[in-house]
Nanobody, 124 residues
Framework: QVQLVESGGGLVQAGGSLRLSCAASGRTVRDYGMGWFRQAPGKEREFVAGVTSGGGGTTYADSVKGRFTISRANAKNTVYLQMYSLKPDDTAIYYC?????????????????WGQGTQVTISS
């Protein structure tokens, strides 16, 4: 089993930045694809970014491309989401997810483990 714990959320003004962390425990996730998803109030959960097991492949939702960067430190069993130029529309609960395969697809049903989420609130 893999346990995922997100941290780094908070309240920031529009235009600001945050870095989210996702710490994995229970087993190493070096062979797992990892993803970040978010769910805004009244909306369905959506894909934000994904990174392959080796870290060489990344994908992003169009809405965050150029502003967010996903990365991983396998030695620390941790995945990050660096967020810049934040907008009020980025307000959501952000979830980390792990997939028992090398890739990181956009579909949430392809992931096997989920964290509890961290709240990100962007004020205008």
């Amino acid at each position: 089993q893999v346990q995922l714990v997100e941290s780094g959320g908070g309240l920031v003004q529009a235009g600001g930045s945050l870095r989210l962390s996702c710490a994995a425990s229970g087993r190493t996730v070096r062979d797992y694809g990892m993803g970040w998803f978010r769910q805004a109030p009244g909306k369905e959960r959506e894909f934000v970014a994904g990174v392959t097991s080796g870290g060489g492949g990344t994908t992003y939702a169009d809405s965050v491309k150029g502003r967010f960067t996903i990365s991983r430190a396998n030695a620390k069993n941790t995945v990050y989401l660096q967020m810049y130029s934040l907008k009020p529309d980025d307000t959501a609960i952000y979830y980390c997810a792990a997939r028992s395969s090398w890739n990181a697809p956009r579909e949430e049903n392809k992931y096997d483990y989920w964290g509890q989420g961290t709240q990100v609130t962007i004020s205008s």
